[in-house]
Nanobody
Framework: QVQLVESGGGLVQAGGSLRLSCTAS???????MGWFRQAPGKEREFVAA????????GYGDSVKGRYTISRDDAKNTVYLQMNSLKPEDTAVYYC???????????????WGQGTQVTVSS
């Protein structure tokens, strides 16, 4: 499994923006990369995914139009740009990777440790 490390979480006011980064321990070109989030007492929720080589992207309904996932394979990094943040976006955000994965699949084999995002009202 590839090692993943998230960064960029923190405290932000409602309506603000934040960008998360996830850096992998090996070349990411052939990995579909994803972002998930989990709030206390709730199940892990799909946020966004980008197919290997950046062929296409997918988003969860709750973040569509506000979040953008992108990748820079030269840096082995995937990003999650979060705009128009709401208190309900508060969660631990996890990066995930799956070699040759499909963007609509929840079967990701590698996971990061998570980074906390807190949106204040």
């Amino acid at each position: 499994q590839v090692q993943l490390v998230e960064s960029g979480g923190g405290l932000v006011q409602a309506g603000g923006s934040l960008r998360l980064s996830c850096t992998a321990s090996e070349r990411t070109f052939f990995y579909t990369m994803g972002w998930f989030r989990q709030a206390p007492g709730k199940e892990r929720e799909f946020v966004a995914a980008i197919k290997w080589a950046g062929l296409n992207t997918g988003y969860g309904d709750s973040v569509k139009g506000r979040y953008t996932i992108s990748r820079d394979d030269a840096k082995n990094t995937v990003y999650l740009q979060m705009n128009s943040l709401k208190p309900e976006d508060t969660a631990v955000y996890y990066c995930a990777a799956q070699k040759y994965g499909d963007i609509r699949s929840s079967d990701f084999g590698s996971w990061g440790q998570g980074t906390q995002v807190t949106v204040s009202s």
